[in-house]
């Protein structure tokens, strides 16, 4: 009982350290907003003058070069986002700094203000799981592991800025932890409450949507919003498509590395001379589309297209931010979009673009982050009403069933596949593609060189109690393997001693490297057979470094399926 309470408490102090981070970024974008909103509005208006068009051009490529010079102070030289957070709790490898992470938070923050076209979701999520990580890290011995803490710190976050504890909640577990085990569920839930206190009662931090009582939906109305739904995974696909086109863009482009935020940044202030929703979150696109300030359908496009464009040059080519944000903006114009059009098909047996919108708004958003549980939850959370959460509902489904098969569960996964670590296949794979057999290679096996004789090779063997031997040239490159057995049958035909090992050894069609993962060797066990399996610097020398037995390999793989399972099912 006492450590229950314990992990309990270690879970109040981790929301509420997420909350307050999460009130102090948001607080801070909202005060440095206010200059941009200002401008942004006299573009619309008579005040275009050529200083104004220069500052709009101008401050997000600056805010851009900003962002660069920030991130090279950092291992990664790149943000972190979400999908690092979902690898760490995959693999339960925390190899990013507290640091990286805060300094990610505040490029975000830079970026934000300066107009850059990427969200603030994302980087709240990843600053409350970066926090989440310090603290557990400092508290392991009470028995509050890293995973929970970093679950904690990112629900609270969600839960602050969302206003929704209930969506904080299954965001952690469905988007990053992707279980849900007593032993981290108790405390994330705790987390994600006291964020919800702390924004509502301490604080007293408005909803993120007021959304008034709205007209009763038509039972015809459900096949606009399966319609909704199948537009909204199009949506989301050509969003999640476009990132990564950009991203390979930005890997080919032969410029440091800190100038491409500034290059993106300054696309964007391009485009916002004509576009000025482009900037920022889009949050004026945001609250007009659902309180009833719709635009035309054509610019409710154009802006659609333009802000899809520009959330994918930034993220692409290293911006930090999120994509949570931009999806919510381009699925309100989606859905607007269709809302204004239903008239023409339903005549007035419609209810209104208001809940056509926030259709399209889960519709896209839900399958960019692979959170459609959250999503429905979100819509519920934010407006109390019913018969919205069903609509959203049914969009939301019919936009994971069309993106899932076609893209791939969220971009996150696609971005985390395309480094190495599928999770398609389960967490067991991406736990051991994260570990190495490097501890459990043998440095101290039986070597002998080419040139010596098979007799002295056997008796070297016999001495040790071992089967096998490795041959190497003088460069120490492996040359092949001999074993015991083969060392009897030669014996019988002929005299050892005047046979060398380099002409009688047999190379291993299996051969690893020291950074090689649990998986791959368990991988390449499956056609070996023998005792061990060299171990080599690379591929280029074959430079012989050790050996691994298969029995290591399968125990290091028992250990750390037996640790995945211990989280999952373990109580405290």
């Known amino acids: 009982m006492r450590k229950i309470i314990l992990v309990a408490a270690l879970g109040v102090i981790t929301g509420a350290i997420a909350a307050l981070a999460s009130i102090l970024f948001v607080s801070l974008l909202e005060a440095a907003s206010g200059l941009l909103s200002v401008v942004r509005d006299n573009l619309k208006g008579e005040g275009r003058t050529f200083w104004l068009l220069m500052t709009v051009v101008l401050t997000p490529a600056l805010g851009g070069l900003i962002v660069g010079r920030l991130l090279m102070t950092t291992p990664e030289k790149k943000p972190l986002t979400l999908a690092d957070s979902i690898r760490s709790a995959q693999t339960v490898r925390f190899d990013h700094s507290t640091q990286s992470g805060l300094t990610t938070a505040l490029s975000a923050l830079v ?69 849900y085990s007593i032993r981290s569920f108790a405390p994330v839930t705790v987390a994600s409450v006291i964020g919800y206190l702390i924004a509502n009662y301490v604080f007293h931090r408005p909803p993120l949507l007021e959304v008034e009582a709205l007209p009763q939906t038509h039972a015809s109305e459900f096949l606009i919003f399966i319609f909704i739904g199948i537009m909204g995974a199009w949506t989301a696909i050509a969003l999640m498509k476009s990132v990564l086109w950009a991203s390979g863009i930005s890997e080919k482009w032969r410029i440091p590395e800190y100038l491409k935020p500034a290059a993106a940044g300054l696309v964007v202030g391009i485009v916002a001379i004509r576009i000025p929703e482009v900037l920022q979150t889009g949050d004026s696109v945001v609250f007009g589309s659902i309180y009833g300030d719709v635009f035309p359908i054509g610019q409710m496009l154009v802006i659609l297209v333009a802000k899809l464009l520009m959330t994918a040059l930034c993220l692409g080519f290293g911006m930090a931010g999120g994509i949570f944000s931009p999806s919510l903006v381009i699925g309100i114009l989606l859905g607007s979009i269709i809302g204004e059009m239903a008239p023409w098909l339903y005549a007035d047996n419609v209810s209104g673009t208001t809940i056509y919108a926030i259709c399209g708004m889960v519709a896209v958003a839900s399958p960019v982050m692979g959170a459609p549980l959250t999503a429905i939850l979100i819509v519920f959370e934010l407006t109390r009403n019913y018969e919205l959460a069903i609509a959203s509902m049914i969009s939301v489904v019919f936009a994971n069933l069309v993106s899932c098969p076609l893209f791939g569960r969220s971009l996150f996964d696609v971005q985390l596949r395309e480094s190495g670590y599928d999770l398609s296949l389960g967490r067991d794979k991406v736990t051991m593609q994260g570990h190495q057999i490097q501890p459990h290679i043998v440095y101290d096996f039986v070597r002998v060189f080419v040139d010596q004789s098979v007799a002295e090779l056997r008796d070297r063997l016999l001495d040790c109690d071992q089967t096998e031997g490795y041959v190497v040239d003088d460069e120490m490159t492996y040359c092949g393997t001999i074993d015991l057995l083969k060392i009897l049958e030669l014996q019988q035909r002929e005299d050892l001693s005047g046979i060398r090992c380099g002409a009688v050894a047999r190379r291993e069609r299996e051969i690893l490297l020291e950074d090689t993962s649990i998986w791959d060797a368990m991988e390449k066990t499956r056609s070996f057979v023998g005792e061990s399996i060299p171990v080599v610097r690379d591929y280029d020398t074959h430079q012989l470094i050790g050996v691994i037995h298969e029995s290591s390999i399968i125990q290091a793989y028992m250990e750390r399926l037996e640790s995945v399972r211990k989280e999952e099912y373990e109580h405290f």
Do not use: D, K
Not at 122 to 127: F, I, S, T, Y
Not at 152 to 157: I, L, M, S
């Open 111 to 179: 970026a934000l203000a300066s107009g850059a076209s990427v969200g603030q979701y994302g980087p709240l999520a990843h600053l409350g799981a970066t926090l989440g990580t310090w603290f557990a890290s400092v508290t392991r011995s009470t028995g509050f592991t890293v995973t929970t803490g970093l679950g904690c710190g990112a629900a609270a976050a969600i839960a602050t800025a969302f206003n929704a504890p209930i969506a904080g909640l299954i965001f952690a577990h469905e988007v990053i932890i992707r279980h």
